[in-house]
């Protein structure tokens, strides 16, 4: 390969803050909230002018359950979001126990835009980490870079909220990226919101379009023979109309993309956005319902369910997910299924926790082996492919960026790593705020 020599220079440090979030999605804004209300001073760093990552830049407009058939579970700045986003009028919750909900990107752009605020978050937008600062085994800080430059911001405690675990990466943190049982990574989809559907004559379920796709498989222009999800998609301030609905449509596939190469997401992105128009063909020819929809908007970008999974002090597994497991430093619990897609792009698998079940995330999950200063939430924590399965999904990475904000300042104003906090004190915190946590200890 061709190299340039970049000289070296001195960078400028731009600001310095007891917190630093690296990623402004579902977790990482979640993680800025709650480091600022325990009285950290935070910094949130997020590459787009908007928070809320997969949910609103992507468009994945839908959250699971909270409740797993007995009680609701998360408490603290995760149901107040869900709350405030509902309340707003651009989320529709389907009741007051599940807190599921579908919901309107633009709503929930100023929801974590007043929430970051009134918590006092600093915002740096437009904004790339590209590299960290450490001394030792220790992350001092990160590099950044946008219009003004590179430059240096310090931190006593740094999180990652990146998703794919670019800063842990860029430490020398150990991950895992592929699997033995499936070397290629799940495929990556582009959300399409469409407007004009007629609710009232749409099949019941996205399953049912299954048995249409494939009688008219020769027109159908994804690689997967179903629709993963789809639901009505309410917009703060219109009225409702059954008649003339929005509806997100999960269902682009792209195949064999490793999201940390940007060659295969250049890829995905012109794959993924040529499906888009001969998919609404086909649902306007073929699906009762949206003979008279159009396209609405597409994410800016493509989701990626999987890229680098930490090495942690402790390693979450399909077993802990299915078995609802409780641990003694359990922070963050969830009752969501595990969905794996298939990486040749044909179907996925649910496997789904008993009834009144619900396991915990410990909190050795978000600590990067060998690495003093960092923790990591979101979509990179440590754990098996399965239980991300489980475990990546944004209602249950809101809670555990919850947990890591309260973690971070709990560290930075006792002057500890986040590996040496008090643990116990973290989930007396977190019940406080009324999550719901096992009593093992």
């Known amino acids: 390969m061709q190299t340039v020599r970049e000289p070296a220079r001195e960078l400028p440090v731009w600001g310095e803050a007891d917190v630093v979030v690296c990623g402004g999605g579902p977790s990482g804004f979640m993680a800025a909230v709650s480091a600022a209300r325990a009285g950290a001073r935070t910094l949130l760093v997020e590459r787009y002018g908007f928070l809320g990552g997969t949910a609103t830049a992507g468009c994945m407009v839908d959250f699971g359950s909270i409740h797993n058939g007995r009680e609701v579970l998360v408490g603290g700045a995760t149901h107040e979001f869900l709350h405030r986003l509902a309340d707003s009028g651009g989320g529709a919750m389907q009741d007051a126990e599940s807190h599921r909900m579908t919901f309107d990107p633009e709503s929930m752009i100023l929801v974590c835009r007043d929430m970051v605020l009134e918590a ?8 790339l980490v590209v590299d960290v600062v450490r001394e030792g085994d220790t992350v001092k800080g990160v590099v950044a870079e946008n219009k003004s430059g590179r430059s240096v911001i310090l931190g006593r405690v740094v999180v990652d909220a990146t998703g794919d675990g670019d800063v842990a990466a860029r430490a020398g943190a150990d991950y895992d990226i592929d699997h033995e049982d499936s070397p290629a990574l799940q495929p990556v989809t582009l959300e399409v919101i469409l407007g004009g559907v007629d609710l009232g004559r749409v099949p019941q379920s996205h399953f049912d379009v299954t048995p249409i796709i494939r009688q008219h498989a020769d027109e159908w222009p994804i690689p997967t023979e179903r629709i993963f999800s789809w639901g009505a998609v309410p917009r703060e301030g219109r009225a409702d109309d059954p008649r003339s609905a929005y509806v997100f449509i999960n269902t682009t596939n792209v195949l064999g993309v490793d999201g940390t190469r940007v060659d295969d997401l250049v890829r995905a992105e012109i794959e993924a956005r040529g499906q888009v128009r001969p998919l609404i063909a086909f649902l306007r020819r073929h699906v009762p319902g949206f ?19 930490i090495c942690g002090d402790y390693t979450l597994t399909h077993d802990d997910v299915l078995a609802g497991r409780h641990f003694p430093d359990g922070v963050a619990p969830s009752c969501n299924s595990i969905d794996v897609h298939d990486a040749e ?46 475990a990546r999904v944004m209602v249950v990475c809101m809670p555990a960026g919850d947990a890591c904000g309260l ?34 200890s």
Request: with cysteine; aromatic share 6%.
């Open 345 to 390: 792009g044909r179907d996925f698998e649910h496997e789904y926790l008993e009834r009144g079940a619900f396991y915990e995330i410990p909190y050795r999950c978000f600590l990067p082996r060998g690495i003093e200063g960092l923790l990591v939430t979101g979509r990179a924590i440590s754990a098996d492919r399965h239980a991300l399965g489980s």
């Open 407 to 440: 973690a971070a300042a709990m560290a930075a104003s006792s002057g500890v790593p986040p590996r040496r906090i008090d643990v116990a004190a973290l989930r007396a915190e977190i019940r406080r705020q009324g999550t719901v946590l096992s009593e093992t």
């Open 291 to 309: 003979e008279n929809c159009y396209l609405d908007r597409t994410g800016a970008q493509v989701g990626v369910r999987e890229t680098r999974r």
């Open 120 to 127: 006092g978050v600093e915002l740096l937008l437009h904004t």
